[in-house]
């Protein structure tokens, strides 16, 4: 490669992240929505008759972040998380299955880096972890398949207080006015096994047949719209956004 072909590479690179685009920069605050999907975990062998599938869990509320310049932001919130399993038996007529769930509160933490792909239209790639405190009643919960099957399910909260490992990737759309528009793809890594799990196939007894753990892990499509605060102005006393 020459030289000036060289130069010219160069400075198409650099003219693609200099792209004149609405900015970043300053505080936004809004809502975000996270249909999510998410399963229990493998402790012991599977018996054949028995299996796991994903169960749909929601989560939503008030999410923040600043941006620090156009290419990097600090971004939190607080969120009510909603996950869900679902363990099957097969050994009956029916496919019966028991559906479990755990809720509570998250705090999120982490970072974006962002990449314009025109003036309003950019990607982010998410990095952070979460905080989860688990708001499930009772300590330990017992759940039994509504036919004559006596498949039962022991869910056993193991810690209240939990943590996982966020990464995603998402399309940002923003506005004249500095509001913006995402959506994208969130994974949320359990780390450790909070809920203990104790499949039971025995009416008589509480012996559990095998053991499953559920961690909270999830893939979910995260949808969030966040205002821009230094687009607030006075109208007779009260504030709008333009």
Avoid at 137 to 156: C, G, H, M, Q
Avoid at 199 to 219: A, C, H
């Amino acid at each position: 490669m020459t030289n000036k072909r060289a130069f010219l590479l160069l400075l198409s690179i650099i003219s693609l992240f200099s792209i004149d685009s609405y900015s970043q920069r300053g505080f936004r605050a809004g809502l975000v929505f996270t249909p999510n999907l998410s399963r229990a975990n493998l402790m012991d062998p599977l018996p054949a008759d028995f299996g796991r599938k994903n169960a749909v869990g929601l989560v939503g509320g008030l999410m923040a972040q600043y941006g620090m310049n156009e290419g990097f932001a600090l971004h939190t919130g607080f969120l009510l998380s909603s996950r869900s399993y679902t363990i099957i038996n097969y050994d009956n007529p029916y496919n019966e299955y028991i559906r479990g769930n755990m809720w509570g509160f998250e705090i999120p933490v982490g970072f974006y880096l962002r990449q314009p792909i025109n003036k309003q239209s950019s990607m982010r790639e998410l990095v952070g972890m979460s905080v989860f405190t688990n708001q499930n009643k009772d300590k330990v919960s017992f759940y039994r398949s509504e036919t004559e099957n006596p498949f039962a399910l022991e869910a056993i909260i193991d810690k209240r207080i939990s943590y996982s490992l966020n990464l995603g990737v998402e399309f940002m759309r923003t506005f004249e006015s500095g509001h913006c528009f995402t959506a994208g793809i969130i994974y949320k890594r359990g780390l450790g096994t909070p809920v203990i799990l104790n499949v039971i196939n025995d009416k008589d007894s509480r012996e559990p047949l095998f053991q499953m753990g559920y961690s909270g892990t999830y893939v979910g499509m995260n949808f969030s719209y966040l205002f821009n605060f230094k687009d607030l102005k006075p109208i007779k006393g009260e504030l709008y956004f333009d």
